[in-house]
């Protein structure tokens, strides 16, 4: 009988800890922010990365329309390093609420009908060219020539 009683105490200790788990995450979530696609990322830094490599047969060339081909978009946004939130809100004409998680490149912010939906980062040890720090671009020209791991626009 006081075996039963115990056990019956420490399921219910269980119960109230495990609701007041769920009950933090429910409370402290931020449904408005939206995270880097990981894979993504790194699928386009690898394709930066091996751009020059002669056995890839790619000649330089990064196609994101064949990176990003997963999923619909219509254009991306290419944003250099260290612009700020603001001005990445105002260019999208919206909050921007990214959330890289890695520090590091450039970011592409991939929009459908002007609204958000993936955003990668650059995570290679080249560098872009020869884009505004804000650039829009769209679909049918998000074609990319890799030189000596300088990235630019083709």
């Given at each position: 009988m006081r075996m039963?009683?115990?056990?019956?105490l420490v399921a219910t200790a269980l119960a109230l800890l495990?609701?007041?788990?769920?009950?933090?995450?429910?409370?402290?979530?931020?449904?408005?922010?939206?995270?880097v696609d990981n894979i993504?990322?790194?699928?386009?830094?690898k394709a930066v990365a091996l751009a020059e490599d002669p056995q890839e047969?790619?000649?330089?060339?990064?196609?994101?329309?064949?990176?990003?081909?997963?999923?619909?978009?219509?254009?991306?946004?290419?944003?250099?390093?260290?612009?700020?939130?603001?001005?990445?809100s105002n260019a999208l004409g919206r909050k921007w609420t990214g959330i890289v998680g890695?520090?590091?490149?450039?970011?592409?912010?991939?929009?459908?009908?002007?609204?958000?939906?993936?955003?990668a980062n650059y995570r290679g040890t080249g560098h872009f060219a020869g884009l505004r720090p804000i650039q829009e671009i769209q679909r049918n020209d998000a074609v990319f020539r890799v030189r000596s791991l300088v990235v630019t626009l083709r």
């Open positions: 039963g009683r115990v056990l019956a495990i609701g007041g788990l769920v009950l933090a995450v429910y409370l402290t979530r931020d449904e408005d922010n939206i995270q993504l990322s790194e699928n386009f830094s047969g790619t000649k330089g060339v990064v196609d994101l329309r064949q990176v990003a081909s997963f999923f619909d978009w219509d254009s991306v946004l290419a944003v250099a390093p260290g612009v700020s939130r603001d001005s990445i890695v520090d590091a490149g450039e970011l592409l912010i991939f929009l459908r009908g002007g609204d958000v939906v993936r955003f």
